[in-house]
């Protein structure tokens, strides 16, 4: 896939934008017909670019939006007419003031914009339009859909598809090369009431919508040389974080069932069925009692 875009890049850009750019900017890698990603420190950033106009997904931040912006101007003259929003974090959506000088509008599921409210930051841009289940961001021929499947990562996550192209992106909790083990194990972020149902509900989407491609929001872990940071992958591998977290709720009911929790909440290792979790990008032994915690702590205080 990724081989197939690179060799096809000079053609598509040619079609794709009304600037007759032979070379990408640095950090922009093309991941479909007008598809590409701005990559910022480890962070990536999915935009669409159309003859009449340009969608940004994540500004990335108030040091990354201006070198954003600039890699587009090399892409296209066409302007920024959205900025969308995948969630709340800072380290994503900051920065979409940037490109309100393009009069481009900003997008959001309404739980971010309540976020917004009550935990204001001078940076981060208020929505211009909100939705609540679903929505559709059009310019010209490219299109982006929202979908919302509740809280997940955060409470206001959006899965991003683009129309007709296969291509899916699930940011903070689905990353190419493969399915990991979360990068923080206390997960703070995770929200296990719903994270299951979530999985389950994008799978779902990627089915009716034909999805073969999940795109990357940010390098792999280790990948700062750029070895290993593959722009895109199967979307098996948002199966595989689903059956993740299905036997991280699994194992962690069984474990307890079998006397392997402590006191402390944590779970002894040596009760808990190693093998099945090796295979996860990341993969640190000593994360699972954290993480199991979380688990708990839902099971029993439903927090
Ligand atoms: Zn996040």
């Given at each position: 896939m990724q081989l197939y875009w690179i060799v096809l890049s000079l053609a598509l850009i040619t079609t794709a934008c009304s600037k007759q750019s032979a070379v990408l900017p640095e950090a922009v890698e093309q991941i479909g017909e007008g598809a590409f990603l701005f990559t910022h420190d480890n962070e990536r950033s999915l935009f669409l670019v159309d003859t009449e106009g340009v969608i940004v997904t994540d500004p990335l931040g108030i040091d990354a939006a201006p070198s954003y912006k600039r890699a587009i101007a090399a892409i296209t003259d066409a302007p920024v007419k959205y900025v969308v929003y995948s969630h709340y974090?800072?380290?994503?959506v900051a920065g979409a003031e940037t490109f309100l000088e393009d009069g481009a509008q900003v997008v959001a599921q309404e739980r971010c914009a309540e976020r917004f409210l009550v935990n204001p930051n001078p940076d981060v841009v208020m929505p211009d339009i909100t939705f609540d289940n679903d929505y559709v961001v059009k310019v010209g021929d490219q299109q982006l859909s929202l979908n919302y499947f509740g809280p997940s990562h955060g409470d206001c996550l959006t899965v991003f598809t683009v129309e007709g192209q296969g291509l899916i992106q699930i940011v903070d909790l689905v990353n190419p090369p493969a399915a990991a083990f979360p990068k923080n194990p206390t997960i703070p972020y995770i929200r296990p009431h719903?994270?299951?149902e979530f999985f389950q509900r994008t799978i779902e989407l990627a089915d009716e919508r034909n999805i073969d491609t999940v795109v990357a929001s940010r390098l792999a872990p280790g990948a700062a040389d750029g070895e290993g940071s593959s722009a895109t992958g199967p979307v098996s591998i948002v199966n595989d974080q689903a059956v993740f977290w299905n036997v991280i709720f699994e194992e962690a009911s069984s474990v307890r069932a079998a006397g392997g929790v402590g006191i402390d909440g944590l779970v002894?290792?040596?009760?808990?069925?190693?093998?099945?979790?090796?295979?996860?990008?990341?993969?640190?032994?000593?994360d699972l009692p954290s993480i199991m915690r979380r688990v708990f702590s839902y099971y029993d205080m439903g927090r």
């Open positions: 974090h800072w380290d994503r719903n994270i299951r002894r290792l040596k009760y808990v069925d190693l093998d099945q979790f090796n295979g996860y990008a990341g993969y640190r032994k000593e």
